[in-house]
Structure formats: C-alpha cells, structure tokens
C-alpha cells in the first residue's frame, strides 16, 4: 500500500470517465472506503490515510484550488458535506 498508489489512482480519475462515474456514485460516511476499494479493483492498494496523504501531495503541487473542490465534491466530501469531519 502507497501513496503513489494513490496518487496514480487520483490521475486516473483525472483521465478515465467510467471511474469518475463510480467515484460520483459514492456518498456518505462510507465514500472514502469505497475510493479504497475502487482503486484495490485495479490493483492500486492504498490506505484510508494514503489517500487523504495523495491528495495533500497533489494540492500542494498538481491540483490547484478549483480541481481540488471539484473532485472532493464529485466524491462527496465536499464543502456542504455533512458527514464531512469538521476542522
């Protein structure tokens, strides 16, 4: 399990429609665990944590504000998520 896993699976979201369909399709308390899951399917194996590390990593150098919304939106974690933990 990796980081780079993660990462690798979040620009495969960027490049793939049918992926960002079923990360779309992903809401609530369990989002993260199927993001998890997703990327095991195509034999990314990352860690809760992993991924919440990756998307640091790609905010602090490859996403830039408006991508990183939209894609926590997209995968329901969200501003106005209300399972989103607060700060």
Same mark, same amino acid.
């Given at each position: 399990? $990796?980081?780079?896993?993660?990462?690798?699976?979040?620009?495969?979201?960027?490049?793939?429609?049918?992926? @960002?369909?079923?990360?779309? %399709?992903?809401?609530? @308390?369990? %989002?993260?665990?199927?993001?998890?899951?997703?990327?095991?399917?195509?034999?990314?194996?990352?860690?809760?944590?992993?991924?919440?590390?990756?998307?640091?990593?790609?905010?602090?150098?490859?996403?830039?504000?408006?991508?990183?919304?939209?894609?926590?939106?997209?995968?329901?974690?969200?501003?106005?998520?209300?399972?989103?933990? $607060? $700060?």
């Amino acid at each position: 399990m $990796s980081v780079e896993n993660a990462i690798v699976f979040l620009k495969l979201a960027e490049r793939e429609r049918g992926l @960002r369909a079923e990360i779309g %399709a992903l809401k609530g @308390r369990a %989002a993260i665990d199927g993001l998890v899951a997703l990327g095991a399917q195509r034999g990314l194996a990352f860690t809760v944590e992993e991924y919440r590390k990756a998307v640091a990593a790609m905010a602090n150098g490859e996403l830039d504000e408006a991508a990183l919304a939209a894609l926590l939106e997209e995968i329901g974690l969200g501003k106005d998520n209300p399972y989103k933990p $607060s $700060s």
